[in-house]
């Protein structure tokens, strides 16, 4: 959050600079003619710039929804808490059967005669254990390059303890190989093959895979250590045939490191590589693509709002609903550059950006305080390193209020940020020790306690997460009417801000799910009260259910496609949602026509000599009879 000059370049340095500017652009032609194929199948066109490089555009106007770009990975790796759910091919839902093994305490020793139950899949290897599958023929399928593994998987978690590294990324490295070795073994060319479908398209070959950068100059120099150390251990259990060196091994860590893509396949996690979207597909924090994992470990990108012709194709590599600062430096730890994307390039005081950690100002209660954030950081360890620096270069500076002549020191606006992300922080470690009223209490305190007093803006990203998590404190709690009440305060935020999130914004697009089925769901328990007060809940529920189910819908149309299982569960709701808020208003309706019975005239006098006389009852009738006999 501080202002500095530009640095003084030399002659030598812009020469240097230069002519590796043209030997980059000179590659991206040269990759631009390797994956052409792509332009056959899909509306899109590859172009190259200096300021840019490589990146995909749209060849025509393209409306929201459209499939961009379908690739299956080069290698995939389920993470560890998915290990055992899903295929490690095709990632469909593993067969899990039931076993037994004694029950031992936290030293290892046997407890008596006792025993557990445990699950382990049906299908999986029986020398690694470290690959399940979900039937026999994905095991068959995938035994060219597991056999390859194999031996190595069987020590990757032990090694992985040893050397502090993640154990997903040392198979993710053995993936590589077992491709590579697969690939070659089979001759299979190193162009890529594109499809306009996804039961057409095959994994992206290795040769691609080396096409990535490995922003290996920007690892942390320890960890890279440590990967080295494990990776020598783990290389050496390859079969001869098809071991790389050391050397090479770094390099596919390194690129997988910086290059993965984190999907959500049948609710599991997988980690993957994507080369052709990872080279093309450019970083924005106002993107006009999503991309979705689906099954076979195939990620499809789609236009998520019409797109013009010419216009650069781009999705998001972190969550957007978050101060500009925070996006930037997620990018640069996790994909190794500083955000100059035009969302982040625009002055604070004209972007978005403000609210997201806008500090309300004291004195008119109404505009947020700004402060230009000017520094760039391209170096990690500058950005790990350099607290005090910052700290320094931000005394004597003051933000202005954008709606007043109020200011206030920057020192101080950033110890009020601070006390907001330590209280923050505070009630998300009581919610992990599973104190879900305590955690509560604090999440509900911090709102009053920034929001109520306008300290915080009320579309500051801390606030509008602490209603996204309340929301789901107050889910799990089963207190659905207050859930109700968070999920709308967060989607207004996110929909109050014109430019903070794209139309058809999958999380929002969540939210409003969420938001509908839930209604509904509370619309039905208290259908029966039929009180005034009763009545206009219910039907304020299932309008909201309406409402909120047919965005989900359209929403998820746009993100997933027509036919996908998520779409059609949105459109089943919305379709009922629509039935019971028609049959209820009808009801209501029936209810308001439908007039209260008159009561009949009391009848008049028996008059017996007035042949008008209304006739006797039946008990008048039987004393008059009575009489006239007596």
Same mark, same amino acid.
């Given at each position: 959050?501080?202002?500095?000059?530009?640095?003084?370049?030399?002659?030598?340095?812009?020469?240097? %600079?230069?002519?590796?500017? !043209?030997? &980059? =652009?000179?590659? +991206?032609?040269?990759?631009? *003619?390797?994956? @052409?194929?792509?332009? %056959?199948?899909?509306?899109? !066109?590859? &172009? =190259?710039?200096? +300021?840019?490089?490589?990146? *995909?555009?749209? @060849?025509?106007?393209?409306?929201?929804?459209?499939?961009?770009?379908?690739?299956?990975?080069?290698?995939?790796?389920?993470?560890?808490?998915?290990?055992?759910?899903?295929?490690?091919?095709?990632?469909?839902?593993?067969?899990?059967?039931?076993?037994?093994?004694?029950?031992?305490?936290?030293?290892?020793?046997?407890?008596?005669?006792?025993?557990?139950?445990?699950?382990?899949?049906?299908?999986?290897?029986?020398?690694?254990?470290?690959?399940?599958?979900?039937?026999?023929?994905?095991?068959?399928?995938?035994?060219?390059?597991?056999?390859?593994?194999?031996?190595?998987?069987?020590?990757?978690?032990?090694?992985?303890?040893?050397?502090?590294?993640?154990?997903?990324?040392?198979?993710?490295?053995?993936?590589?190989?077992?491709?590579?070795?697969?690939?070659?073994?089979?001759?299979?060319?190193?162009?890529?093959?594109?499809?306009?479908?996804?039961?057409?398209?095959?994994?992206?070959?290795?040769?691609?895979?080396?096409?990535?950068?490995?922003?290996?100059?920007?690892?942390?120099?320890?960890?890279?250590?440590?990967?080295?150390?494990?990776?020598?251990?783990?290389?050496?259990?390859?079969?001869?045939?098809?071991?790389?060196?050391?050397?090479?091994?770094?390099?596919?860590?390194?690129?997988?490191?910086?290059?993965?893509?984190?999907?959500?396949?049948?609710?599991?996690?997988?980690?993957?590589?994507?080369?052709?979207?990872?080279?093309?597909?450019?970083?924005?924090?106002?993107?006009?693509?999503?991309?979705?994992?689906?099954?076979?470990?195939?990620?499809?990108?789609?236009?998520?709002?019409?797109?013009?012709?010419?216009?650069?194709?781009?999705?998001?590599?972190?969550?957007?609903?978050?101060?500009?600062?925070?996006?930037?430096?997620?990018?640069?730890?996790?994909?190794?550059?500083?955000?100059?994307?035009?969302?982040?390039?625009?002055?604070?005081?004209?972007?978005?950006?403000?609210?997201?950690?806008?500090?309300?100002?004291?004195?008119?209660?109404?505009?947020?305080?700004?402060?230009?954030?000017?520094?760039?950081?391209?170096?990690?360890?500058?950005?790990?390193?350099?607290?005090?620096?910052?700290?320094?270069?931000?005394?004597?500076?003051?933000?202005?209020?954008?709606?007043?002549?109020?200011?206030?020191?920057?020192?101080?606006?950033?110890?009020?940020?601070?006390?907001?992300?330590?209280?923050?922080?505070?009630?998300?470690?009581?919610?992990?020790?599973?104190?879900?009223?305590?955690?509560?209490?604090?999440?509900?305190?911090?709102?009053?306690?920034?929001?109520?007093?306008?300290?915080?803006?009320?579309?500051?990203?801390?606030?509008?997460?602490?209603?996204?998590?309340?929301?789901?404190?107050?889910?799990?709690?089963?207190?659905?009417?207050?859930?109700?009440?968070?999920?709308?305060?967060?989607?207004?935020?996110?929909?109050?801000?014109?430019?903070?999130?794209?139309?058809?914004?999958?999380?929002?697009?969540?939210?409003?799910?969420?938001?509908?089925?839930?209604?509904?769901?509370?619309?039905?328990?208290?259908?029966?009260?039929?009180?005034?007060?009763?009545?206009?809940?219910?039907?304020?529920?299932?309008?909201?259910?309406?409402?909120?189910?047919?965005?989900?819908?359209?929403?998820?149309?746009?993100?997933?496609?027509?036919?996908?299982?998520?779409?059609?569960?949105?459109?089943?709701?919305?379709?009922?949602?629509?039935?019971?808020?028609?049959?209820?208003?009808?009801?209501?309706?029936?209810?308001?026509?439908?007039?209260?019975?008159?009561?009949?005239?009391?009848?008049?006098?028996?008059?017996?000599?007035?042949?008008?006389?209304?006739?006797?009852?039946?008990?008048?009738?039987?004393?008059?009879?009575?009489?006239?006999?007596?």
């Amino acid at each position: 959050m501080a202002a500095t000059t530009e640095p003084t370049v030399s002659a030598q340095d812009v020469a240097t %600079s230069t002519e590796a500017t !043209k030997k &980059k =652009t000179k590659k +991206a032609f040269a990759d631009n *003619i390797k994956y @052409a194929g792509i332009e %056959s199948v899909m509306p899109v !066109k590859l &172009k =190259t710039s200096n +300021a840019k490089g490589r990146f *995909i555009a749209a @060849a025509k106007d393209i409306p929201a929804g459209t499939i961009v770009s379908i690739e299956k990975a080069s290698a995939s790796v389920v993470r560890n808490q998915s290990f055992s759910n899903i295929c490690h091919l095709c990632f469909k839902p593993a067969k899990l059967k039931q076993m037994t093994r004694p029950r031992v305490d936290a030293q290892g020793n046997q407890i008596g005669n006792q025993v557990e139950k445990f699950n382990v899949p049906t299908h999986s290897c029986v020398k690694c254990k470290m690959a399940a599958y979900c039937s026999e023929a994905c095991q068959k399928d995938h035994a060219a390059e597991h056999d390859i593994q194999c031996p190595a998987l069987a020590q990757v978690n032990t090694l992985a303890t040893a050397n502090k590294v993640m154990p997903e990324n040392l198979r993710a490295v053995l993936a590589l190989i077992g491709r590579r070795a697969a690939e070659k073994a089979a001759n299979r060319d190193s162009a890529p093959e594109f499809a306009s479908s996804i039961d057409a398209v095959k994994p992206t070959p290795f040769g691609c895979v080396l096409d990535m950068n490995p922003n290996r100059h920007f690892t942390d120099r320890e960890k890279l250590k440590d990967a080295e150390n494990a990776l020598k251990d783990l290389i050496a259990l390859v079969p001869e045939h098809a071991r790389v060196t050391l050397s090479e091994a770094v390099e596919l860590y390194c690129i997988f490191y910086s290059n993965q893509h984190s999907l959500s396949i049948n609710n599991q996690h997988v980690l993957a590589l994507f080369p052709v979207t990872s080279l093309y597909f450019n970083h924005s924090c106002i993107p006009n693509c999503v991309y979705v994992g689906e099954v076979n470990g195939v990620i499809c990108v789609r236009t998520m709002t019409d797109v013009p012709a010419d216009t650069e194709l781009t999705i998001s590599y972190v969550e957007i609903c978050q101060p500009r600062e925070q996006r930037r430096r997620d990018l640069l730890l996790s994909r190794h550059f500083w955000c100059k994307c035009r969302r982040c390039s625009t002055l604070l005081s004209k972007s978005v950006d403000r609210f997201m950690d806008g500090i309300q100002c004291t004195e008119c209660q109404n505009g947020v305080m700004i402060f230009e954030e000017t520094k760039e950081v391209q170096d990690i360890n500058e950005l790990m390193t350099d607290v005090a620096a910052l700290d320094q270069e931000i005394q004597g500076k003051f933000a202005q209020c954008e709606s007043c002549p109020a200011q206030i020191e920057v020192t101080k606006l950033v110890d009020v940020l601070k006390a907001a992300i330590t209280d923050y922080g505070f009630a998300h470690q009581t919610l992990q020790t599973g104190d879900l009223n305590r955690g509560r209490m604090m999440l509900e305190k911090f709102i009053k306690d920034y929001e109520s007093t306008h300290i915080l803006n009320p579309y500051n990203a801390y606030l509008v997460n602490t209603y996204t998590t309340l929301m789901n404190v107050c889910t799990q709690m089963q207190d659905l009417d207050r859930a109700i009440r968070y999920n709308s305060v967060v989607v207004h935020r996110m929909e109050g801000i014109e430019g903070a999130v794209p139309t058809n914004y999958p999380r929002l697009v969540e939210y409003h799910f969420t938001l509908g089925d839930m209604c509904l769901k509370q619309a039905k328990k208290k259908a029966s009260n039929r009180t005034p007060l009763g009545r206009n809940t219910t039907r304020k529920y299932l309008s909201e259910a309406k409402s909120s189910l047919g965005k989900a819908y359209e929403g998820r149309k746009v993100v997933f496609g027509e036919n996908s299982p998520s779409t059609q569960a949105a459109k089943r709701l919305f379709e009922e949602s629509k039935r019971e808020y028609n049959a209820y208003t009808k009801s209501l309706e029936k209810k308001k026509t439908k007039k209260p019975p008159v009561a009949a005239p009391a009848a008049p006098a028996a008059q017996p000599t007035s042949p008008a006389a209304a006739p006797a009852s039946a008990a008048t009738q039987s004393q008059e009879e009575t009489s006239a006999s007596a």
